[in-house]
């Protein structure tokens, strides 16, 4: 039957080449995804023509994997590869000794190994698949190669397809303008994967960064001088908060309302402040922030979050609305406790102290804060590395500093006074 071998028909969206004049498509995608679906199929959309003995769009095809093994074990021989997925009246033939699939209409494909980019220089293409770039330890140098050899033809095109990772060349090729991208998750091809693997791998990945990549398909970025790392919070990640002896609640509220307007960063934190406060511990409890609500909407949240954790203190900044944000809170709570704090530095130099309290191990994590963390890491001693402003952060360093900062300063005055 010839139904299996329409992949047009029944492929997901994230499968399919996206229209358009682009050199580069780049496909961006968890553990079992369909990537390599998606690759071999391309492939075999380039190579094929109407019959098995006409030619099609490409000629020469480059399919180059993280080594010679992989690329022939998965590109080629795999359960998705490209014999798997060609209709026996146009099943290429693999040629082991030269490394090389050869068609019915002679359309032929190499096999490279990104370990070797030299066995890229001479010979040319006007197609490649690029498999996994973001696991190659030669990267540069061979995407550099591929570059060169790929020249034949009126428009020559290559799709990589890849778990995604914070490596430079990757985030360049994506940068590109001939560049276009699909994305999808794990759960996306769902039906084609053992429901026990999906449950495992969510109930024990879920909400780490290693969850984010390897099954969300989500570039995760860090920056030079950032005052966190994901690692560093990974590390910080508990399961239960533990014992706490207050909560509180930090709002950093917005200038403005509306869709367009930043978001207001409310952060909960807890804390443990029991015996001398170089003992002091905290917890993050959540991230509830919201963006494009009015005044009285923000407040709503943040008094809402107040409720779910019994926190007992709201700490607002109100550099921007003075008098007005305790009074909008007021509407919503006429007996919230409540407590302005005034920023008199940058918000580098507020956060500074609160990224050494993570450092001395005296910060942890619950899970479900990732837009958070997001902007963690593109914090520092510069300034904010993202777009727009960091409201989660500015709210986490609010809460942090009131729970351990402030109060260990509140603790050690008496015994000052009394020297």
Aim: charge should be negative; include cysteine.
């Amino acid at each position: 039957m010839a139904l299996p071998y329409l992949f047009e028909v029944w492929a997901m969206e994230h499968q399919l080449p996206p229209v358009g004049d682009w050199k580069s498509w780049v496909i961006l995608g968890g553990r079992g995804a369909g990537k390599t679906r998606a690759g071999s199929e391309w492939v075999r959309s380039m190579v094929e023509g109407a019959g098995p003995l006409d030619a099609g769009i490409a000629r020469r095809v480059a399919l180059v994997g993280e080594t010679m093994d992989q690329a022939r074990e998965v590109m080629v021989f795999g359960d998705s590869g490209i014999l798997a997925c060609s209709p026996p009246d146009r099943r290429p033939k693999w040629h082991a000794s030269r490394k090389m699939l050869e068609w019915p209409n002679g359309a032929v494909a190499q096999v490279f190994s990104a370990f070797d980019p030299e066995s890229l220089r001479g010979p040319q293409f006007d197609a490649c698949w690029v498999d996994e770039l973001a696991k190659w330890p030669k990267a540069r140098e061979t995407w550099d190669m591929v570059q060169f050899g790929l020249r034949l033809g009126d428009h020559p095109r290559q799709v990589v397809t890849t778990t995604p990772r914070n490596v430079p060349v990757l985030k360049e090729i994506l940068a590109l303008e001939s560049t276009v991208m699909t994305h999808a998750a794990t759960e996306a091809n769902a039906a084609n994967l053992a429901a026990s693997f999906l449950s495992e791998v969510r109930a024990r990945y879920a909400g780490t960064s290693l969850g984010r990549q390897e099954l969300d398909g989500e570039m995760l970025e860090d920056v030079e001088g950032a005052l966190w790392s994901r690692e560093a919070l990974e590390a910080a990640r508990v399961d239960v908060p533990g014992p706490l002896s207050r909560i509180v609640v930090a709002v950093d509220p917005p200038v403005s309302s509306g869709a367009k307007a930043d978001t207001c960063g409310i952060v909960v934190v807890g804390a443990m402040t029991d015996g001398p406060p170089n003992e002091w511990r905290a917890v993050v409890l959540e991230d509830a922030s919201v963006q494009g609500l009015s005044p009285v909407g923000w407040a709503e949240a943040a008094i809402a979050a107040m409720a779910r954790w019994g926190a007992d203190l709201m700490v607002a900044e109100v550099n921007q609305g003075g008098e007005l944000v305790q009074s909008v809170v007021r509407q919503v709570d006429p007996l919230v406790a409540f407590k302005a704090v005034h920023a008199r530095v940058g918000k580098s130099a507020r956060a500074e102290p609160v990224a050494a309290l993570y450092e001395q191990g005296r910060v942890k994590h619950l899970g479900g804060l990732e837009r958070l963390e997001d902007q963690m890491c593109l914090m520092t001693v510069a300034g904010f590395q993202g777009q727009g402003s960091p409201d989660r952060v500015d709210a986490l360093v609010w809460g942090l500093h009131e729970v351990i900062l402030a109060a260990s300063k509140a603790y050690l005055r008496p015994a000052v006074r009394a020297l």
